[in-house]
C-alpha cells in the first residue's frame, strides 16, 4: 500500500450531508437554536433510552459537563483521582478550587487501583473521581465499598465509556454521577458535547439549573451557574449520529480483532485486554511497546509518522507532571510507579470505523517492521 493520504488516531464518522438537512430545516423553520429546544429534549430522551439509564442532562462539552458535576454534588476540599487521564478530568477540580490528591492505578485496567485508595483519605476527602479509562470499566464495587465507609460520593469520567456495559447493565449507572463526552474524537459525537448522567429527576433538575446561570424560572436564580447548554444543531447531530451508532461500533469491533490477530505474535508488543466488560465500545486501540521490541515506544511511534499514520500516546505525559500539578505530594512519581510505567510504554493505534481493512493491515505491517 502507498499511504499518501495520513491515518489519524481517530477520524470522526459523519452521515451523509443529505441526510443531516431535514434537521437544519426544522430548526430554520422553528428559530429554536438553543436554550432547551425539541432536538434537545428528544436526545436526551433518546440517549437515556439507547444507554439503559435514567437521567441524562445534555451539555456542552464533557469538561463543563465535569465541572457542573462537582458543584451538583457540592464537593470541596481533596478528591481523590487518576494521573492517567485526560487532563480535563483533573483541571475540573481546579477549576472548582479542589485539591486533587493522586492515587495509582492498575497495571491491567489502567484506572485507579482500589487498594491505594484508603491510604490517601484524609479529613479534607470529600469525593472519589475515577476514569473508565478507555473504556474500561474501574472496579466500581470495591471503589464504592470504599466510599460507603468513608461517606465519600463518587463521580466517574466516563468520557470514553459510551454504550459500554457490565453484568448488570450500562456502566454509568455506578457512582453518584457519570460524565460522557461526545467530542468529535469519541466513538458517538456532536461535534462538541457532554453530559451527565444521574440517578434521580432532583437531581438532575440541579444539574439543568446550574448548566443554565442558575435559573428556575425567569425571575429566580439558585446558584452561579454556568453556560453548559448543548445547541440545536448539536443535538439534533446527535440525533442522526444515533441512527448509526450500531454499525458503527460494530465496524470497530473488526478492526479490533483485526490488530489483536496481526500483532499476537510480534515480540515486545502486548495489546491491552479489555477489563471485563459484557459490551465493550472499542474506543480506542491501546499497545504496550516492552523493552523486548528492538525500538523503544517513541521510535515506534515516529517511525509511524513517516509512514504516515498518527498514533498518539494517550496518558503521556502524566496529569501530574503538569506545572499546575507536580507540586503536590502526591504527584511524586514515586507514589504513581505503575502509571509512570504504563505512561512510558503505550501507543494508541488508528481505530475508527472508516479505517478500512487495508489500512489496518499497513499498520501492523509497519510496526511488524515489513515496513521501514
Ligand atoms: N475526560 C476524559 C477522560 C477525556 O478523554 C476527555 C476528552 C475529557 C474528559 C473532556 O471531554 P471534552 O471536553 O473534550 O468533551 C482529544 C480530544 O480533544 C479530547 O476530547 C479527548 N478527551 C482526548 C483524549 O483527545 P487531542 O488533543 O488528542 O485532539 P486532537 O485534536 O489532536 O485530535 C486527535 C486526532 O483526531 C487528530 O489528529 C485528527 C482527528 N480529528 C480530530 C478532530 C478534533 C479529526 O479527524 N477530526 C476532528 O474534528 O484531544
Redesign the pocket.
Known sequence: MNNNKPI?????HLPSLEEYIPYLEKIWENKILTNNGPFHQELEKRLSDYLGVEHIALFT????A?ITALQALRITGEVITTPY??V??THSLLWNAIKPVFVDIDPNSFNLEPNKIEAAITPQTTAIMS?H?YGHPCDVEAIQKIADIYNLRVIY?A??AFGVEDQGGSLLRHGDLS?L??????VFNTF???AIICPDAKTKQRIDHLKNFGFVDEVTVVAPGINGKMSEINAAFGLLQLEHIDQALARRKEIDAMYRQLLKEVKGISCVQDAGEQIANYAYFPILVEEDYPISRDELYHKLRDNNI?T?R?FYPLISTFPMYRGLASASPTNLPVASNLSSKVLCLPIYPDLTDIQVDFIAQVILGEKK
Do not use: M, W
Open positions: 489519524y488516531v481517530t477520524q470522526p462539552n464533557g469538561t463543563i465535569l487521564s485526560f480535563a478530568t476514569v479509562c469520567d468520557a470514553h460524565i463526552s461526545f467530542h468529535a474524537t469519541k462538541e458535547g457532554g498518527y498518539r494517550y
